[in-house]
């Protein structure tokens, strides 16, 4: 008897069909998660396309921490814990900066531990913003030389939202530690997707990539509209402020050269970057307005200036970079 080939035909066609429809239907599925993946970069802490995802019972699971190395060992900490730890290291701080000492009882006093950001109301809000800000300020030079410091960003995002509340004051705060493994996290936890000034930093948020070259912030603080520069030129005078306050002991100086050099040098490579792309070689006006008032406080005869000598470089290099253009 002969084999019916039509018949076998047949069939192999259906099972050859099966099996293309289902690897099609495979490679969509890895576009669309890959496409909710890219989606979900720099959008920040517990965002999810999944509405159920988000739910209360499922917070509890999940903390923002720049401390833990992930969301769920956070989790197991409890508050108490964080406001502890931050208290001890800001009073422990005495010695380095009275400023940040002061500030033990305001922000992790006793008085915090039930304090509910979302309860309160518009004008205590406001009030509680400020105080978060000039904490974030005066921690600015100690971050990478004090590195129990970052407790006390633990509690503040633990307890007072800043990276959902004062996103912007955070990274620029973080931004002098650009390399580090606490700033990309706190990257992951801003919604960078909806935050104009930094949104170039989005793809630096995804999971696994690398650390921000200073020659990103450079570019971005070249730009016409002088967002980032100003943000910049601002830690150097935050820098020099904290110097004021907290003396020139050596580990004070060591934070605040820091933050200083790294402004001077973001500043030099956007004003080169601003005059290689522009037609005539020339700086725009907004960049020359942003610098000269900085450049008049650094070298200027005010104690922010006769105190600190290395924000009175800072002024000179600026005064050379311009007068290159």
């Known amino acids: 008897t002969k084999p019916n080939l039509s018949a076998t035909s047949s069939s192999q066609v259906k099972q050859n069909m099966s099996s293309l429809s289902s690897q099609l239907n495979a490679l969509r599925g890895q576009k669309t998660a890959s496409s909710s993946h890219s989606s979900a970069v720099g959008r920040g802490f517990g965002y999810t396309s999944n509405a159920a995802a988000s739910s209360p019972s499922k917070s509890a699971l999940f903390k923002a921490t720049i401390v833990h190395e992930s969301s769920k060992v956070a989790a197991d ?7 502890a730890k931050c208290y001890d290291v800001l009073k422990g701080l005495k010695d380095l900066s009275l400023t940040l000492a002061s500030y033990a009882e305001i ?28 904490v974030l300020k ?14 006390v960003l633990e509690y503040l995002i633990r307890r007072y939202e800043v990276h959902v509340r004062e996103p912007f004051e955070l990274l620029t705060c973080m931004l002098p530690h650009h390399e580090s493994a606490a700033f990309h996290r706190a990257l992951q936890l801003v919604n960078v997707a909806e935050l104009p000034s930094y949104f170039f930093l989005r793809p630096y948020a995804a999971q696994g990539a690398s650390a921000v070259p200073r020659s990103i912030i450079a570019r971005q603080a070249g730009k016409e509209d002088t967002v980032i520069l100003k943000c910049v030129l601002g830690l150097a005078e935050t820098a020099a402020q904290v110097h004021l306050k907290d003396g020139d002991g050596t580990n004070v100086k060591e934070g605040t050269q820091r933050v200083i050099a790294f402004a001077a040098a973001v500043c030099v490579a956007a004003v080169e970057n601003q005059c290689r792309s522009s037609p005539n070689s020339t700086l725009h006006d907004l ?3 942003a610098i000269l008032p900085v450049i008049a406080a650094a070298v200027g005869e005010k104690d922010v200036s006769t105190k600190c000598s290395d924000f009175r470089n800072f002024g000179y290099v600026l005064i050379a970079s311009l007068s290159k253009h």
């Open 138 to 151: 005066s921690l600015t030079p100690y971050i990478t030389t004090h590195p129990a410091t970052l407790n």
């Open 77 to 83: 900490v409890p508050t108490s814990l964080v406001r």
């Open 107 to 134: 922000i992790a006093g006793p008085s915090t531990a039930n304090q509910e950001r979302a309860l309160l109301t518009k004008e205590q809000n406001a009030a509680t913003s400020e105080k978060v800000k000039a």
């Open 287 to 289: 960049t020359v307005r």
